[in-house]
């Protein structure tokens, strides 16, 4: 049996929960406790306490990948859970930068790099699917076979510009049950819906019952949305949980074409 707990994310609505732009998941299964991103700041922290949740007992860490707003908060938690395993694919840890305007910033890991996370913790690095616990899975690089997703924005391993980062380390975690498959995403930008075909493949074809998380559907145009809509219909999902970067519209437009199907996804649910 599993249960996942919203940590960190853009909106909180519980008392002395706060939000922030970031995201992070606690999975629980089969007594195994897993901190899927860490949000963007010290949130975390105050978050946690304030659910009842101790990170200090966390067996793993998992990050979706790179970006800053999925892990800002990993130092701290490394400094207080000196036990657990941080799982990553290796270009989490190198440069980003995204444009906004005429130029760049940076959008890494902050005042983290692979080395500090190695002295702070064993660190496995993969570059393919990996059941990391029973029944809990990560599902590695995820192939590109949508003609309608790209990874949401304008992404660079350069602060030039020049270098375009196809944000290769972009993974999600997925959990297998009776009903059918969870799906939990950090940003999707690997597309959510190329995310859930590759599932479906690794599953052999098991029914997705639930997606949660960032579908990185805040910059998409209309006939990407509409085609997102069309494919989540036909892989027959039977809940959604849209938050983070997934876009107040977007979010809006799911729960519009999903009566039903579609739940909050704010820290503490």
Known sequence: MAKVTVLVENTAQGRGLLGEHGLAFWIEIDG???????????ILMNNARRLGIQLDRADAVVLSH???DHTGGLRDL???ARAVTVYAHPLAFGPKYSRKGDSCHSVAMPNLDEQIVRDLAELVLIDKPLEIFPGLWLTGP??????????G??????????????????QAAFIASPAG?????????????????????????????????GMHLVN????RLDRTIEELRGLNVQRLLPCHC?????????????PGKCSRCNVGD
């Open 32 to 42: 195994k406790r897993v901190l899927f991103d860490t949000g963007q700041t010290g």
């Open 66 to 68: 790179g970006h800053y």
């Open 78 to 80: 490394l400094q207080m």
């Open 142 to 151: 995820v192939p590109r076979v949508t003609d309608f997703e790209d990874t």
């Open 153 to 170: 924005g304008a992404f660079f391993k350069d602060e030039a510009g020049v270098v375009i980062d196809d944000l290769i380390d972009d």
């Open 181 to 213: 498959t969870t799906v939990i995403l950090g940003c999707a930008h690997s597309g959510v819906i190329n995310t859930l075909l590759h599932v479906r493949h690794l599953t052999g074809g098991a029914p997705i019952h639930t997606v949660m998380g």
């Open 220 to 223: 998409a145009s209309q006939t």
């Open 246 to 258: 997934t876009g107040s519209a977007a979010t809006a437009e799911l729960w519009r074409e999903f």
